[in-house]
Nanobody
């Protein structure tokens, strides 16, 4: 499976961005759990939000609850991350990841495929 993120950029605090992740190859996209991770400079990679292949399990980090929303379009083999009320601490490289027939895990080791990342910068 190949994953390509897009939609990153610079935004002022309080603003919004929408990230996209396009998948190709592999099994039918609906069979994959999907997630967005991020890594800020000097920090460990963390899970932002995840969605099970069935859509029945969702994880969101406390720091983004109420602000970030993950969604998927299986027909387009795509995952999205809607980010609103953004804060400077949201500045990071954002990665999408998928795992076959899995739950929406927050552990990066659970994911099989990763995108190359897209950078997001939030200024105060």
């Amino acid at each position: 499976v190949q994953l390509v993120e897009s939609g990153g950029g610079s935004v002022q605090a309080g603003g919004s961005l929408r990230l996209s992740c396009a998948a190709s190859g592999g099994a039918r996209f609906s069979a994959y759990a999907v997630a967005w991770f991020r890594q800020a400079p000097g920090k460990e990679r963390e899970c932002v939000t995840a969605l099970s292949w069935s859509g029945g399990n969702t994880y969101s980090a406390d720091s983004v609850k109420g602000r970030f929303t993950i969604s998927r379009d299986n027909a387009k083999s795509a995952v999205y991350l809607e980010m609103s009320t953004m804060k400077p601490e949201d500045t990071a490289t954002y990665y999408c990841a998928v795992r076959y027939l899995g739950r929406g895990s927050a552990e990066d080791g659970d994911y099989d495929y990763w995108g190359q990342g897209t950078q997001v910068a939030v200024s105060s």
